[in-house]
């Protein structure tokens, strides 16, 4: 397993992960700022959170891609692009799995506005995230 490659990996895909997400609204999507949402459970400053909510989730983002190279290391799949995609709507069913437990334990939780464009769009950032770690891994 490379460990420095499925680092530069997850970095790479949740900052893609993050463009789409942020650009979503644009794409008349629902606004999903998983980093306000994450950054505010410990810090109420907006300032502050949104340093917090950075730094969860792109550490996060480390983490998912260190788990992908280990599954991969294991002989499950290897990174391309559509063991990249697999593994992006697994993830997906993690994040919505999560998602609600997070809201519910969040000390002041953001409003957000559940449905299936919202599940499309989670569905479409994690997939994204799958791609570019797949691919960015198997070329390192």
Do not use: C
Not at 70 to 95: E, M, R, Y
């Amino acid at each position: 397993m490379n460990f420095v490659g499925a680092i530069i990996a997850g970095l790479a895909g949740t900052a893609a992960m993050t463009m789409l997400m942020y650009a979503a609204p644009m794409m008349g999507m629902p606004k999903m700022d998983i980093i306000g949402m994450q950054g505010s459970m410990f810090i109420a400053n907006k300032a502050t959170a949104l340093a917090i909510g950075t730094m969860t989730h792109f550490m996060m983002g480390v983490v998912f891609a260190l788990v992908y190279a280990l599954v991969w290391s294991f002989g499950i799949g290897s990174p391309t692009w559509l063991w990249g995609l697999s593994f992006g709507a697994v993830h997906t069913v993690v994040a919505m799995v999560g998602m609600p437990m997070m809201v519910g334990i969040h000390p002041r939780p953001p409003e957000m506005k559940a449905g299936p464009m919202m599940m499309a769009g989670m569905l479409m950032g994690h997939l994204v995230y799958g791609l570019v770690v797949a691919l960015v891994y198997g070329a390192l």
